[in-house]
């Protein structure tokens, strides 16, 4: 199996790499570092805490962590590893100065190899499930201490892995601790071969996000600049395949029971960008570009759409929107961060694909902090209705945050187990 797998990394390792160049015809951040994904690099000095984040959700998740991490251990550098480059532009964002920021290497025995021969971390964290043979082979065979933080496995991942044979046991197994959301994500890492004194139950840290301190003022700010006299909703984090469409069909429903209500369209995608705006374009949308809107002047009343073509800026908008809807969901891509809405006292609308949070939706939803729209024509006549009654949004909001605050303390019970690793 282990060869099996080795020949399919180099078989599609090619074609990976020719993709994300071909991305980069669009966004030369694909480009930028490449070298880092064979695992090259200048070597660190010292030897750091490694947390790798795959994308922009997990960097926002390793937040605390970090900056937890620094203020513990404020002798021992923090390296982040990241997939994407959107991933790394957040992670540079978040943590520059604190943390050394590159880009994993693919799984291929060469390139795990000259990456930790660079880094020699003295410990390793992954964020959620990122299971990868070569990189925690070589991590245990360096006696690299490796926690996988927050650990997430759905019942068809679970089946999946199983499939692969020992391969993914021998991954997970030898040491690894797991630091799993939930009971039944720790009973899956079992079943897959994790030793139980090894597996333990934390939550997720995705609960302990830490707000900035200002970010009130800034949604103010924001409201004041776009939308001083008009109600405001934002859809985050969208993607084409029809979810966008159902979006503006919303709108206009929106429109036509609040004429100035503004829409801002966050999409998920910085390489979207472009291709969104040309799309507004053809459907005759009276829209304005975030990156373009330099003047101090408040938005006119005619333009429908405010694009956020800017990276980082999601959490300011929710902060000065009424009502928010979490993208990823009404497409089969499977939801985005809801709480960061959640943790701002928003009312949260999502589709019904939420597989990649589903604990999270459940709990939003059962506390009534969120609802359920299946469509563009569902998500307007709520947007609406909401738009129409500041008591429920109030309650819905003061709801979430509460299911927020609950289930805080992952960090905590994580620092804990990190501790004796980093002592010995």
């Not at 021998?170 to 009971?183: K, Y």
């Not at 036509?256 to 979207?272: C, D, K, T």
């Not at 956020?308 to 993208?327: C, N, P």
């Amino acid at each position: 199996m282990r060869l099996l797998y080795l020949a399919a990394l180099y078989l599609a390792v090619p074609v990976i790499s020719a993709m994300l160049a071909l991305r980069g015809l669009r966004d030369r951040s694909y480009w930028h570092n490449f070298g880092e994904r064979l695992g090259l690099g200048p070597p660190l000095a010292r030897s750091p805490i490694w947390v790798h984040a795959v994308s922009v959700g997990e960097v926002q998740a390793a937040a605390a962590l970090i900056l937890a991490l620094r203020n513990h251990y404020p002798e021992i550098p923090v390296l982040v590893t990241t997939f994407t480059p959107t991933g790394a532009a957040r992670a540079r964002a978040l943590f520059r100065g604190a943390a050394e920021v590159r880009f994993l290497p693919f799984d291929l025995p060469g390139s795990v190899r000259r990456f930790l021969d660079r880094a020699r971390p003295r410990l390793a964290v992954i964020i959620e499930t990122e299971l990868w043979p070569n990189l925690y082979r070589q991590c245990r065979r360096r006696r690299i201490p490796l926690v996988i933080a927050s650990a997430r496995l759905s019942r068809r991942s679970t089946d999946r892995y199983r499939r692969l044979g020992a391969l993914f046991k021998e991954t997970v197994a030898a040491g690894i601790v797991i630091a799993a959301q939930g009971e039944a994500d720790a009973q899956r890492f079992r079943a897959l071969g994790a030793a139980a004194d090894h597996t333990h139950v934390t939550g997720n840290l995705k609960f302990d996000l830490t707000l900035p301190p200002d970010i009130g003022e800034r949604g103010r700010t924001l409201r004041r600049r776009y939308a001083p006299d008009r109600a405001l909703w934002v859809a985050g984090s969208t993607h084409g395949g029809g979810e966008e469409e159902a979006v503006l069909e919303a709108h206009r429903h929106v429109r036509a029971v609040h004429p100035g209500a503004l829409l801002v369209l966050a999409p998920r995608h910085p390489n979207r960008f472009g291709e969104v705006a040309a799309w507004l374009q053809r459907q005759g949308i009276a829209f304005t570009r975030r990156s373009q809107s330099a003047t101090a002047e408040p938005v006119r009343e005619a333009c429908d759409v405010l694009l956020l073509d800017t990276l980082g800026e999601l959490l300011h908008f929710y902060a000065a929107a009424d009502v928010a809807f979490v993208g990823g969901s009404l497409a089969p891509i499977g939801g985005h961060n809801l709480l960061e809405p959640a943790s701002l006292g928003l009312p949260v609308l999502i589709g019904p694909n939420n597989s990649n949070g589903e604990d999270i939706a459940r709990l939003l939803l059962d506390c009534g902090a969120a609802e359920i729209v299946r469509n563009g024509a569902q998500l307007g006549t709520r947007v609406a209705h909401l738009l129409a009654d500041q008591a429920l949004r109030a309650q819905m909001g003061n709801r979430g945050r509460e299911a927020v605050a609950r289930n805080r303390g992952a960090l905590e019970k994580l620092l804990a187990l990190l501790e004796p690793l980093l002592r010995n």
